[in-house]
Antibody, heavy 123, light 107 residues
């Protein structure tokens, strides 16, 4: 069965860095567009970043552009989110998610999600 | 950016009631609209893609309709296990954007 497991979260001071990982299993990871989506405490969902199946194309939300970088290692079936210059407003549960359509390098629906990992940015 | 306006933000209904949630896009998004259910402490779960296509395994009491800028999500007969927050999401253009959510409670 499809599984996405995030790791790497925790408490970090403003201005510091953190790298999230998302280990995928149960499907051919290299065939799918992948996403990061976050949810601040008590708030709604916010798309963070998307990456093509081969990692050649990536896009980031304006709120994180220049500070966060999405990447992937298809040989390890793992998605990453490098988060630099963290701010208190980046505090959220971060989800990795898979696109619904294989072999399709655009965005559509997010059909499988990880359990989420909490990132808290606080001094 | 495409803004997604979802209403109501919350509702309370009785078991067996018909529940309707609307989602309005700030511009024409054709049928590039998905609906998710999120239960407390859990990740979102995709219910409907492309405005009206029910995901495999999702109960038939859930349905979606609409195109262009106006969309509707319906639970035909509310069940206790449907207590959750529901989100619409457009994928016509980046950034992907979600509606603000509708929290559904049992009266």
């Amino acid at each position: 069965q499809v599984q996405l497991v995030e790791s790497g979260g925790g408490v970090v001071q403003p201005g510091r860095s953190l790298r999230l990982s998302c280990a995928a299993s149960g499907f051919t990871f290299s065939n799918y567009v992948m996403y990061w989506v976050r949810q601040a405490p008590g708030k709604g969902l916010e798309w963070v970043a998307v990456i093509s199946h081969d990692g050649s194309t990536k896009h980031h939300a304006d709120s994180v552009k220049g500070r966060f970088n999405i990447s992937r290692d298809n040989s390890k079936s793992t998605l990453y989110l490098q988060m630099d210059s963290l701010r208190p407003e980046d505090t959220a549960v971060y989800y990795c998610a898979r696109d619904r359509i294989p072999y399709y390098d655009f965005w559509s629906a997010l059909d499988y999600w990880g359990q989420g990992i909490l990132v808290t940015v606080s001094s | 950016d495409i803004q997604m306006t979802q209403s109501p933000s919350s509702l309370s209904a009785s078991v067996g009631d018909r529940v309707t949630i609307t989602c309005q896009a700030s511009q024409d998004i054709s049928n590039y609209l998905n609906w998710y259910q999120q239960k407390p402490g859990k990740a979102p779960n995709l219910l409907i893609n492309d405005a009206s296509n029910l995901e495999t395994g999702v109960p038939s009491r859930f349905s979606g309709s609409g195109s262009g800028t106006d969309f509707t999500f319906t639970i035909s007969s509310l069940q206790p296990e449907d207590i959750a927050t529901y989100y619409c999401q457009q994928y016509d253009n980046l950034p992907l954007t979600f509606g603000g959510g509708t929290k559904v409670e049992i009266k």
